[in-house]
């Protein structure tokens, strides 16, 4: 739903660039009306909590556009294990670690160019997992209400 026209605009693009290199990018979108149409890809409509699960599972990326407040999508596709892929200009690198996603910028050519990196350095996604993995470890509900609460009584 966040950028609506970028997004798949981008990911069209970079599959016709990664096209030319042999490899098949398929699209699919979630999260939008069955009335959505998808361009360059498929949209899966509204998914129920099981179906979201097998999407990440069965995904090689989860692309995420969290620009001016991160949404809890990211956290739900890294704890699946699934590598994300982010906007640099966007709040993501607020919440994780460096490290913890591959970051773009708004190029398809760079999106394609960073697929490509991905997918002949498996060890680099690996790594994004790990380092995602060790920063959740260390955050639940109750702290962050605790640092919600923090900042609210520092405004009073």
Known sequence: KRLPCIIPYMLSEAAKLLEQKGIRL????????????????????MLSKEELRKLYYQADFGM??????????????????????EFADGTFKEFFPEGSATLVGISAKELAEK????????SRLENQIKTAHQYMRGLSWEK????FAEIIEGLV
């Open 144 to 147: 962050s209400a605790a640092q």
């Open 26 to 45: 398929n699209v699919c979108y979630f999260g939008e009306a069955g009335s959505f149409k998808a361009p360059g890809g498929k949209n899966l409509g």
């Open 115 to 122: 697929l490509l990196l991905m997918i002949h350095e498996p």
């Open 64 to 85: 995420v556009a969290s620009m001016s407040n991160i949404s809890l999508v990211p956290y739900e596709m890294l704890a699946a294990g699934l590598p994300v892929i």
